[in-house]
């Protein structure tokens, strides 16, 4: 009888700890899952800052470069550049 007890408290534990671990699997795999998926809204918003990097990058190459200045200075500020008889160089020793 005593025998008896001792198996059937047995079984109640190791029937305990198999549904334990598979809850504990279902909830594993749930996390992952959703983790999978939050990784893939990163990479995406990732990829679409890249994209917005990459154009803002080239925006300001476009605007800083030269010939956009000069016509700026032209066009919007009216600057011209001087004639011959305006130029002068300052040596100071």
Same mark, same amino acid.
């Given at each position: 009888?005593? %025998? #008896? !007890?001792?198996?059937? /408290? %047995? #079984? !109640? !534990?190791?029937? @305990? @700890? ?5 809850? *504990?699997?279902? /909830? ?6 959703? =983790?999978?998926?939050?990784? &893939?809204?990163?990479?995406? &918003? ?8 990459? #154009? =803002?990058?080239? &925006?300001?190459?476009?605007? *800083?470069?030269? *010939?956009?200045?000069?016509?700026? #200075? ?7 550049? $001087? ?5 002068? !160089?300052?040596?100071? $020793?």
């Amino acid at each position: 009888m005593r %025998l #008896a !007890v001792l198996q059937i /408290a %047995l #079984a !109640v !534990v190791l029937l @305990g @700890g198999i549904v334990s671990t598979g809850i *504990a699997l279902v /909830a594993t795999t749930h996390e992952s899952r959703r =983790l999978f998926r939050e990784l &893939e809204l990163l990479r995406r &918003e990732q990829d679409r800052l890249q994209d917005d990097w990459s #154009a =803002l990058t080239l &925006e300001v190459s476009h605007l *800083a470069g030269h *010939a956009r200045i000069d016509e700026i #200075a032209r066009d919007e500020l009216g600057l011209v550049e $001087p004639d011959e008889r305006r130029r002068y !160089v300052e040596v100071v $020793p």
